[in-house]
């Protein structure tokens, strides 16, 4: 069976997952897939454009989220629907970390990264300002969920005794993030 740019974006994805930028080469590709070099060339010009639909494929995975969130009405339901997302996410292998380091190192990365981040901070915080908040409330509390959800992500990443459930992560945020605190 021949294989289709997917899958080569998927094995792709996966080095990327555990190897790093560095590791995503075309003959550890092919050698993983058991077909010759000549089938990535069919879909891909070269490397970078492989690195290129993976980067892609991240951004729309962000995306994806964000339209699936809006399908609920209420802006409690929207937060718990994206948590809730996010959550089913960081069950599956996540190049997210390897595509921060190689951001570090490649200012093109870098920019988008930024721009995708942005993107995320700044729906939270109109998520929150749905809910109620005034603007400087809302972004600070999307400023702390997103830096506490990648924190979670990555100790849920690297340390396999790590046993907060992340719904419980999920609900405790939320609780909260969406506390109106008087005086």
């Known amino acids: 069976m021949a294989l289709t740019k997917e899958d080569w974006i998927d094995a ?11 590791g995503v080469k075309v003959e550890v590709l092919a050698r993983q897939l058991k077909v ?16 290129e639909a993976i980067l892609q494929r991240w951004e729309e995975q ?3 989220l964000i339209q699936e969130s809006q399908k609920t009405a209420h802006p409690k339901d929207r937060l718990v629907k994206l948590f809730s997302l996010i959550s089913q996410i960081c069950q599956e292998p996540d190049p997210e970390p390897a595509i921060f380091l190689w951001a570090n190192r ?7 990264v930024r721009e ?18 005034d603007a400087i409330a809302a972004k600070n509390r999307a400023e702390v969920a997103y830096m506490a959800m990648m924190g979670f992500a ?10 907060l459930k992340m719904e419980d992560f999920n609900n ?3 609780s909260l993030l969406t506390l109106s605190i008087k005086n």
Do not use: A, C, I
Not at 116 to 129: A, H, I, P, T
């Open 154 to 163: 990555d100790r849920q990443g690297r340390d396999s005794q790590f046993d």
């Open 36 to 51: 010759s070099k000549g089938s990535f060339y069919w879909h891909f010009k070269n490397r970078h454009e492989l690195l």
């Open 12 to 22: 792709g994805w996966s080095l990327m997952t555990s190897k790093g930028v560095e």
């Open 172 to 174: 405790f945020l939320l």
């Open 106 to 112: 490649d200012p093109q990365v870098q920019k988008r």
């Open 62 to 64: 962000t995306m994806f």
């Open 116 to 133: 995708l981040e942005n993107k995320r901070v700044d729906y939270l915080s109109m998520l929150f300002k749905d809910y109620g908040f």
